[in-house]
């Protein structure tokens, strides 16, 4: 089983939707929780990132942790067609060596229709 | 302001060739990432250097090795290339102490093994 699972999609919505994002993890081990937008042939960009269960805000964006459940979700308000990208959920755990390594999701691919 | 910068940004190799992927790092930024992202798969890490020296090291084959140099950029050097070796490689830079959020990825070089 990996360590983070998330669905693919790909994920196809009108402009104005909400859309929707998740992933599971088993790891109870990590302490941050990230997702990353990355259009294509470019580098994965930060979008937000939460280290607590709850949720966090940022402008049409809002992501949310529940630990007890192992589920992370990123909403996306009012969908732009600037909003089609592939989204990564990322976390992080502490190595033996005592560096922090990113685990990364498959991705969801998400277009935005005018 | 500046981001990572990778190069070159597009590749085309044989089999059996060789490769060298280079990575300058965010000014003041003294560690650095790998990454290898697969055609529609997430990012793996390989390997990561902290002032010069390895300290982490994730799913890289052997026939990869890498180094950071004392202007702080990074070569990965990829010898005896295989097909299963074309994908997206990239690069991350972080300063000291900074936490996993806090990784800035360029933009990648694609590797083609023919």
């Known amino acids: 089983q990996k360590e983070v699972e998330q669905d693919p999609g790909p994920l196809s919505v009108p402009e104005g939707a909400i859309v929707s994002l998740n992933c599971t993890y088993s790891?109870?081990?990590?302490?941050?929780f990230m997702w990353y937008r990355q259009y294509s042939r470019k580098g994965p960009e930060l979008l937000m990132y939460?280290?607590?269960?709850g949720n966090k805000e940022d402008g049409r964006f809002t992501a949310q942790v529940d630990k007890s459940s192992k589920y992370i979700s990123l909403f996306i308000r009012d969908s732009q067609p600037s909003d089609s990208a592939t989204y990564l959920c990322?976390?992080?755990?502490?190595?033996?060596?005592?560096?922090?390594?990113?685990?990364f999701g498959k991705g969801t691919k998400l277009t935005v229709n005018p | 302001a500046a981001g990572v910068i990778q190069s070159p940004r597009h590749l085309i190799k044989e089999k059996r060739e060789t490769a060298t992927l280079k990575c300058y790092p965010i000014?003041?930024?003294?560690?650095v990432y790998w990454y290898q992202q697969g055609p529609g798969q997430d990012p793996q890490f390989l390997i990561s250097?902290?002032?010069?020296?390895?300290?982490d090291k994730g799913s890289i084959p052997d026939r990869f090795s890498a180094q950071q140099f004392s202007d702080y950029h990074s070569e990965l050097n990829m010898s005896s290339l295989e097909l299963g070796d074309s994908a997206l490689y990239f690069c991350?830079?972080?300063?000291?102490?900074?936490?996993?959020?806090?990784?800035?990825f360029g933009p990648g070089t694609r590797l083609t093994v023919t």
């Open positions: 990322a976390m992080s755990r502490l190595t033996q060596g005592g560096s922090e390594k990113l685990v």
């Open positions: 790891n109870s081990a990590f302490q941050y």
């Open positions: 939460t280290y607590s269960s």
């Open positions: 000014p003041r930024h003294d560690t």
């Open positions: 250097f902290y002032e010069k020296m390895q300290s």
């Open positions: 991350a830079s972080n300063r000291e102490g900074g936490s996993s959020y806090e990784q800035y």
